[in-house]
């Protein structure tokens, strides 16, 4: 597609239900990530996928949190018995392949996950 | 961990006025990227700086990577209504085997007409 797509663009869940957040990112693109950004928190890595190398989950907060990426290209996040500390905006992004340094990120616009 | 702090976390200005936003760090990046993200969309890139003591334009816009590489600025000349956003610089630490971005909280401008 022209642009990274996620969805849903808005997500409301009861505490301690599952929640699933899909991202489609641009074509060709080899390199995934999901960040999560809190009200003065700034951007917080998540996960990063980079081609058919093991993920980098160095960044997910608790075991509650996991990804996957089917087929190199849509990834899901999925979020077990959600917690009112979870809410925020999640933030997916891809970027060409990374033979030097870091390219530039495209990011979707988000999915605003409020738990209550 | 590597921090980047940005400064100052809310300016408001008229139109007109011409402002600077800075982002630091004790650490050194392999380069150092700017995004602007306006409500309800993710960052949007600005432009991508690699050489230490780097400068880029992009029309009202002037972009300078320090000497060493630990931080940078970013210049609005007669900001626009159109500058409102957030602005966020993010860090590079491939240079270290670490392929995801470092983030600052980012800078919150607003330009009052």
């Given at each position: 597609?022209?642009?990274?797509?996620?969805?849903?663009?808005n997500?409301?869940?009861?505490?301690?239900?599952?929640?699933?957040?899909?991202?489609?990112?641009?074509?060709?693109?080899?390199?995934?990530?999901?960040?999560?950004?809190?009200?003065?928190?700034?951007?917080?890595?998540?996960?990063?996928?980079?081609?058919?190398?093991?993920?980098?989950?160095?960044?997910?907060?608790s075991?509650?949190f996991?990804?996957?990426?089917?087929?190199?290209?849509?990834?899901?996040?999925?979020?077990q018995?959600?917690?009112q500390?979870?809410?925020?905006v999640?933030?997916?992004?891809?970027?060409?392949?990374?033979?030097?340094?870091?390219y530039?990120?495209?990011?979707?616009s988000?999915?605003?996950l409020?738990v209550? | 961990?590597?921090?980047?702090?940005?400064?100052?976390?809310?300016?408001?200005?008229?139109?007109g006025?011409?402002?600077?936003?800075?982002?630091?760090?004790?650490?050194?990046?392999?380069?150092?990227?700017w995004?602007?993200?306006e409500?309800?969309?993710?960052?949007?890139?600005l432009v991508?700086?690699?050489?230490?003591?780097?400068?880029?334009k992009?029309?009202?816009?002037?972009?300078?990577?320090?000497?060493a590489?630990k931080?940078?600025?970013?210049?609005?000349t007669?900001?626009?209504?159109?500058?409102?956003?957030?602005?966020l610089?993010?860090?590079d630490?491939?240079?270290?085997?670490?392929?995801?971005?470092?983030?600052?909280?980012g800078?919150?401008?607003?330009?009052i007409p």
């Open positions: 597609g022209a642009g990274v797509s996620q969805s849903p663009s997500k409301v869940t009861e505490k301690g239900k599952d929640v699933e957040l899909r991202c489609d990112p641009i074509s060709g693109h080899t390199a995934l990530y999901w960040y999560r950004q809190s009200l003065g928190q700034g951007l917080e890595f998540l996960i990063y996928f980079q081609g058919n190398s093991a993920p980098d989950k160095s960044g997910l907060p075991d509650r996991s990804a996957e990426r089917t087929g190199g290209s849509v990834s899901t996040l999925t979020i018995r959600t917690q500390e979870d809410s925020a999640y933030l997916c992004a891809s970027s060409p392949v990374l033979a030097e340094g870091v530039g990120y495209t990011f979707g988000g999915t605003r409020t209550v | 961990t590597q921090l980047l702090e940005q400064s100052p976390q809310f300016l408001s200005i008229q139109e006025e011409n402002l600077t936003v800075y982002c630091n760090s004790s650490s050194v990046f392999s380069s150092l990227q995004y602007r993200q409500p309800g969309e993710g960052p949007v890139l991508t700086v690699v050489t230490g003591g780097e400068v880029k992009l029309k009202r816009l002037t972009f300078q990577f320090g000497d590489r931080d940078s600025s970013l210049h609005i007669a900001a626009q209504t159109g500058d409102t956003g957030l602005y610089c993010a860090g630490n491939s240079g270290a085997g670490s392929y995801q971005l470092t983030f600052g909280k800078t919150k401008l607003s330009v």
